[in-house]
């Protein structure tokens, strides 16, 4: 493998990290991966494994999350599945699982972050510490809302996904894009990158590939435009603008209306489903 690009953890500890490129996969590899992956979660600056609203960005994140939240949760529903057994991997403080169970869904979470489950039993959702603790259930719908790329042992993982999905049942993953014009602009600035907590960086290609292993298909993808404006922002702040959210906007802005041609978007969501 050959080295791609040089990045740092911008938000929580500073440490410089190297992305290799596997070619055959057209993935990347965060390199070094740390032992103890928790101490880099374990920040009020990981704003996911908090309902923090403090500061401006967190505001801003929260408003977004709100709006995905009502898009995730109808890409569930229109699954038009019999039982609508739900299973949300990497469920954070439990809000897309709040709103999936206000839609009918019978819901079941998994979280290895303490203070993150602990934040979604305030809110009635009992979550899991790890798959192990399914028992062989089986779902018509599992989600990975920007969670691949925090899962270490790759395709054991997957494996072990695909192994709780009903055999008609739908898998959506939703990922960061190296290959988005944001992507491109940033570079090691892009916030995308995530490093270490993110192990991996996804293409198209990568995720077909990485599931073709494990019999399973893209049928559908579909982009978050939200991603490009917020990434675009925590990028500019990661090279000190002070204009951040002017400059965030238009490069967001960009980055869509190319994604529109290319269909490079800087997150995608992709829906997948057993292969024939």
Known sequence: MKLFLKTKDFSVSGESFELLKDEDLDMLITTPQPNDLALYYDSENYISHTDAKTSFTDRLYQTIKRRNLKNKTQIADNQNVEHKNLLDIGAGTGDFLVSAKSNGFSVSGVEPN???????????????????????????????????????NLDQQIEQIVSLLKEDGSLFVAVPNFKSMDAKYYKNFWAGYDVPRHLWHFSRTAISKLFEKHHMKVVRTRPMLFDAFYVSMLSEKYKGNPFYLISAFFVGLWSNFSAWFTKEHSSIIYELKRAE
Do not use: C, Y
């Open 114 to 152: 303490e203070k993150a489950r602990t934040n979604a039993a305030s809110k009635g959702i009992e979550l899991h510490k790890d798959l192990g603790e399914l028992n062989g259930m089986q779902f018509d719908v599992i989600t990975l809302w920007h969670v691949l790329e925090h899962l270490p």
